[in-house]
T-cell receptor
Framework: GAGVSQSPSNKVTEKGKDVELRCDPISGHTALYWYRQSLGQGLEFLIY????????KSGLPSDRFSAERTGGSVSTLTIQRTQQEDSAVYLCASSANGEKYTFGSGTRLTVV | GDSVTQMEGPVTLSEEAFLTINCTYTATGYPSLFWYVQYPGEGLQLLLKATKADDKGSNKGFEATYRKETTSFHLEKGSVQVSDSAVYFCALSYGPGANSKLTFGKGITLSVRP
């Protein structure tokens, strides 16, 4: 597509529920990144996929967070047993060569 | 590890005022440096970048110079406009390749009054 598409744009969930956030990158972009934007915390790196290489999961804050990327395209970020501190905007970005990123508009997650 | 520190915000300026937003970094290698901007209701987008020491990035009247000696990448604009109101993020990366993830500062909100 023309840009990075994320869905849903907004998600309200109850504490303890699981959520899935989707990212559809620009076609042909081999690199895909997930970031979390929390109030007062800036942008925090979560996970990075590059082609068929093992993902860099070094930013995932706990084992409740996981992500996969199917067929080198769409990615899903899953948060299990959500907590209130998980409330944030989750941003996805893709890149053709690791230099020029295109960011999606994000998913605003609110855990109540 | 690598980190980026931005000055505390928010910043409020009158139109046509001079803008400086400070950014310093700590890095184990020789990263590329970036400024990203997030306009209200829009996604994050690249404003400018510099890939090596003494390089100057510029775009839309904004400039930043990669200063290795002071590990800084301060953003400047000579005359801000209301349309510059946004959140500004300083960032670094070692891309392309395996280390291409961006490390961001906390961001600073700029509001420009007419």
């Amino acid at each position: 597509g023309a840009g990075v598409s994320q869905s849903p744009s907004n998600k309200v969930t109850e504490k303890g529920k699981d959520v899935e956030l989707r990212c559809d990158p620009i076609s042909g972009h081999t690199a895909l990144y997930w970031y979390r934007q929390s109030l007062g915390q800036g942008l925090e790196f979560l996970i990075y996929f590059q082609g068929n290489s093992a993902p860099d999961k070094s930013g995932l804050p706990s084992d409740r967070f996981s992500a996969e990327r199917t067929g080198g395209s769409v990615s899903t970020l899953t948060i299990q047993r959500t907590q209130q501190e998980d409330s944030a905007v989750y941003l996805c970005a893709s890149s053709a060569n690791g230099e020029k990123y295109t960011f999606g508009s994000g998913t605003r997650l609110t855990v109540v | 590890g690598d980190s980026v520190t931005q000055m505390e915000g928010p910043v409020t300026l009158s139109e046509e005022a001079f803008l400086t937003i400070n950014c310093t970094y700590t890095a184990t290698g020789y990263p590329s440096l970036f400024w990203y901007v997030q306009y209200p209701g829009e996604g994050l987008q690249l404003l400018l970048k510099a890939t090596k020491a003494d390089d100057k990035g510029s775009n839309k009247g904004f400039e930043a110079t990669y200063r290795k000696e002071t590990t800084s990448f301060h953003l400047e604009k000579g005359s801000v406009q209301v349309s510059d109101s946004a959140v500004y993020f300083c960032a670094l990366s070692y891309g392309p390749g395996a280390n291409s993830k961006l490390t961001f500062g906390k961001g600073i909100t700029l509001s420009v009054r007419p």
